[in-house]
């Protein structure tokens, strides 16, 4: 299974993009799909996840209230929607995919990687 990673650019704080991953094969079924972020000399960090199994959504205090994760479990393909992007927003974004579960937050849940999309929020 390959994810597919989109979205990414560049953007003013303020503004909002919208990042898509979808899987590779429509089968594919995962515990959940998340999102992930890495800036330049910072460890990747946890931003958002969509359960399969009741749809619920959990995020990152530092995006709560501007960013928006949703799924369409037909296409197999998660959404990540950010709005009032700000600076430190920027990173490389992932997404990946638990075909196992486990702790959502962590990356070691994770068994399916997308390339990453890079994002930048200029000032």
């Known amino acids: 299974v390959q994810l597919q990673a989109s979205g990414g650019g560049l953007v003013q704080a303020g503004d909002s993009l919208r990042l898509s991953c979808a899987a590779s094969?429509?089968?594919?079924?995962?515990?959940?799909m998340g999102w992930f972020r890495q800036a330049p000399g910072k460890e990747r960090e946890f931003v958002a996840v969509?359960?399969?199994?009741?749809?619920?959504?959990y995020y990152a205090d530092s995006v709560k209230g501007r960013f928006t994760a949703s799924r369409n479990i037909f296409s197999n393909t998660v959404y990540l929607q950010m709005n009032s992007l700000k600076p430190e927003d920027t990173a490389v974004y992932y997404c990946?995919?638990?075909?196992?579960?486990?702790?959502?937050?962590?990356?070691?849940?994770?068994?399916?990687w997308g390339q990453g999309t890079q994002v930048t929020v200029s000032s």
């Open positions: 094969e429509r089968t594919f079924s995962s515990v959940f």
């Open positions: 990946a995919a638990s075909s196992v579960g486990g702790f959502y937050s962590s990356p070691n849940a994770y068994d399916y």
């Open positions: 969509v359960r399969r199994g009741d749809g619920n959504k």
